[in-house]
């Protein structure tokens, strides 16, 4: 989280400007952040609306975009009197109907987030801004704010397994990330110009079930390469929490603030917060990764083998069940070379 002194700084600020005067318009005090921007804590009157204001050159604004809003909160560009004119200041503003305390949550991630790749230009930094705010608009309406189901916690264990696998073997992080599609509702959990990987994770010992969801989940006509990963995992005091597992792959990737970024910003998109870690105790522990090449030969649904009446199929597939022999991983990385090549 953004470090506690320049939060309560924010707080301070925001009480100070409490009681000053309030006549309609902004009211504002700079605050000393680490970042290499311009940053005000701020209220504006007559709605009283606590903010934090952020100034970037107005090369960096898009000439046309559209600022998120909703969830408690506004995103605003404003005019302050006696700043230059080469800057553009954006405000993030909590609404009457937002909860103060999940606003001051949502600075701090943002604050954290931008932190980790303060070393980049501004221009980055404002693309970063822009994309946790949407990140949080989705987050809170999508009502995550109290955790992850278990279901939803398996499946985020193991693709971020599959994740760590990539960037274990030698794919270049940054492409490993930008491949990692499960966050953004894609057809695929993983998808690159050449292939995909989709992944499926269950705690059953009695079989391997598991849910495809949809006609075209392991349909390979669009791809030359469709994978299914299969991963077995067991609650056992020995492994390994969610948050534990994020932190490692944070670690992968030690040297890379602009990937840790896109990470965090897909972590909550897949509804999982730092600020709610301790909602997270299971110990995961990892028995089995199996790898299935999709062909011709593999047991599945597609748009092209049921009748067109039908428009849309969930079914499940059991892949102990399966008499494909599964493919070393060694062969599915193979597979996935043109990651290093760039992404759909």
């Known amino acids: 989280m953004v470090r506690q002194n320049n939060l309560k700084e924010f707080l301070t600020a ?12 902004w009211r504002t005090i700079p605050v000393s952040t680490n970042l290499p921007l311009r940053i005000r804590a701020g209220r504006r009157f007559p709605d009283n609306e606590e903010s934090v204001l952020f100034a970037f050159p107005s090369y960096c604004l898009p000439k046309e975009f559209q600022l998120p809003q909703g969830g408690g909160f506004r995103t605003s560009q404003v005019e302050l009197e006696g700043e230059s004119a080469d800057l553009v200041w954006l405000a993030l503003s909590r609404l009457q109907s937002g909860n103060l305390d999940l606003f001051q949550t949502m600075v701090g991630d943002i604050f954290t987030t ?14 970063s801004l822009i994309s946790r705010i949407i990140s949080w608009q989705d987050f809170m309406e999508r009502g995550r704010l109290s955790g992850l189901s278990l279901e939803a916690e398996i499946g985020l264990v193991g693709e971020i397994s599959i994740l760590r ?29 050449r292939g995909a990987i989709e992944v499926k994770s269950t705690l059953s010992t009695n079989g391997f079930p598991v849910i495809i969801g949809s006609l ?15 991963v077995r995992l067991t609650i056992n005091n020995s492994g390994t929490t969610l948050p534990e597992l994020v932190s490692d792959l944070r670690n ?16 909550l998109l ?20 199996y790898y299935f090449v999709i062909d011709e030969n593999f047991p599945r649904l597609t748009r092209a083998s049921v009748p067109s009446e039908i428009t849309n199929v969930s079914y499940t597939l059991d892949l102990d069940k399966i008499g494909n022999i599964p493919v070393h991983s060694d062969y599915i990385i193979k597979q996935f070379e ?3 090549n760039g992404i759909n």
């Open 14 to 25: 925001w009480r100070a400007l409490q009681g000053f005067d309030t006549s309609d318009g």
């Open 114 to 127: 931008l932190e980790s790749i303060s070393g980049t230009n501004e221009k980055l930094l404002f693309r």
């Open 165 to 193: 696998e990539l960037i274990k073997i030698g794919v270049p992080v940054e492409s490993a990330a930008d491949s990692w599609q499960g966050p953004l509702n894609g057809v695929w959990d993983f998808e690159t110009k």
């Open 216 to 230: 075209e989940q392991l349909d390979n006509s669009h791809v030359s390469s469709l994978v299914l990963a299969g």
């Open 252 to 267: 992968d990737l030690v040297g890379n603030p602009a990937t840790v970024a896109t990470i965090t910003q897909k972590l």
């Open 270 to 289: 897949a509804g999982f917060s730092d600020l709610y870690a301790g909602h997270y105790v299971n110990r995961f522990l990892l028995l089995s990764k």
């Open 338 to 340: 043109a990651l290093s």
